[in-house]
Every structure is written in structure tokens, then in C-alpha cells.
């Protein structure tokens, strides 16, 4: 029986939290190496001015990805995993609007085409493992299949269908849900890199492909399969 559904749920987010940590205790340590990207961005946003209306949209967009980035995190370690497929989806569709948007201004043409219109995520305007990753979240977000519901499926004891109401720790679900949070993040570093050398003085990557490299050193270490092609 439950009285308090919110001190369940924080209750069950602890549990999860507790159960990645003994399982994969590497995972805080390279989301740690995502924020500390993130935060060198931040500080050096402060020095960005004199934006013309698409280069504000372009700022819109990438303030936006940030702020949902650490969301994710967290609903990975709280093992909330159809919450994160759908804002990995909202991640993947900024990449293809930033991509759209530049190819635009470097043909010199207006953005009044995409105004209004779901941005494509076709046309190289992301990666193809991004591309795959938003067919099977927008089935999710969708809810046009029964199969994602396993996310938030309940182990029982016998042959009976359950689902629960908190989150519940599953190991390989998790896994997978972070394999698909980092490769975003590389997507929106690879994007960066030509951002900040267009807005901000005297920006070299040298501190970036540090903290990446190390990134991916730690992330080896970890075994996760999205670090496999470093090997």
C-alpha cells in the first residue's frame, strides 16, 4: 500500500541510484567528465555578444540541449528510462535543427522554410547512429508499439504481466540508456567545436580534446560498448 506516491518515488530513485553505483561505479565518474563540458561552456557563453536572429537560434538551441543534458543524467541514474528516451529524442532533433539551420545560412538562404516544421533528421543533418536512435524513441514517445513498455515492466514471480508505478533498476536497460546519452554528448561536442570558434575570442580546442580524451580513456575502462570503436 502506498500513502506518499512522491516519498515512494525518491525512495525507489535512492535504491537505483545505490544499484548502478556497486554495478557500474565508472558511470558518475564519466557523468561528472560530461558536466564538467558542460560547465566550461557555460563560462565561456559569458563572453558571446553581438549575435545577429540566427545565431540567437542557434544559442536557443544549444542553451536548450544543455539544460536537458543534466536531466537526462539524472533520470539514468534514477532508472526513469521511457522519460529518457523521449528527451533523447528531443536532444537529436536540436542536432538536426542546428545542422539545418547552418546548411541554410551557408547557401544563403532564409530559415523560413523551417519555421513550423519538424526538423529532418534525414539528409546527413546527423549522425547515422543518432538517425537509428530516433526511429525506436519515437516509437516510445509515441507509444505506437507494446515492446518499449518493458521499461517500466515489473519482475514477478510467475508468468503475469506487471508494470510499475516506480522505478525499478534493470542493468542492461540502463546501460543502454547511458551508451545512447554519451554518443548524443560526442554529436554536441563535434557541433561545438565550430561554434566556439565562430563566437568566441581566441578559442582553441586543446582543453576540449583533453577532457574528451579522458572521457573516453575513463569510459574504456568502464567497458561500455559505446567506447568500443576507440579501441
Known amino acids: 500500500m502506498i500513502e506518499n506516491y ?21 558511470v558518475l565518474e564519466l557523468l561528472k567528465l560530461m558536466d564538467e563540458y558542460i560547465v566550461s561552456l557555460i563560462n565561456r557563453f559569458e563572453s558571446v555578444s553581438g549575435m545577429g536572429e540566427i545565431d540567437n537560434y542557434k544559442l536557443a538551441l544549444i542553451v536548450s540541449f544543455i539544460r536537458t543534458q543534466l536531466i537526462i543524467s539524472e533520470h539514468i541514474l534514477n532508472s526513469e ?18 545542422s539545418e539551420i547552418d546548411k541554410k545560412t551557408n547557401n544563403k538562404e532564409g530559415l523560413h522554410k523551417l519555421k513550423g516544421k519538424t526538423p529532418n533528421i534525414g539528409n546527413g543533418n546527423v549522425s547515422e547512429n543518432l538517425k537509428n536512435m530516433y526511429g525506436m524513441f519515437s516509437e516510445i ?16 514471480d510467475n508468468d503475469t504481466i506487471g508494470y510499475s508505478v516506480l522505478p525499478e533498476y534493470n542493468s542492461t536497460n540502463t546501460i543502454v540508456a547511458l551508451g545512447n546519452h ?28 583533453e577532457l574528451i580524451n579522458n572521457l573516453i580513456e575513463k569510459g574504456k575502462l568502464a567497458k561500455l560498448s559505446v567506447f568500443d570503436r576507440f579501441k
Open 81 to 98: 528510462l521511457i522519460e529518457v528516451t523521449i528527451l533523447e529524442r528531443k536532444q537529436i532533433e536540436l542536432i538536426a535543427r542546428l
Open 141 to 156: 514517445a509515441h507509444s505506437s508499439k507494446t515492446e518499449p513498455f518493458a521499461l517500466i515492466a515489473e519482475n514477478t
Open 182 to 209: 554519451i554518443q548524443l554528448f560526442f554529436d554536441f561536442v563535434i557541433y561545438m567545436f565550430s561554434f566556439q570558434e565562430a563566437f568566441i575570442p581566441g578559442y582553441t580546442n586543446d582543453d576540449d580534446m
Open 6 to 26: 512522491t516519498e515512494e518515488v525518491l525512495k525507489a530513485r535512492q535504491v537505483s541510484q545505490q544499484a548502478i553505483e556497486k554495478e557500474y561505479p565508472n
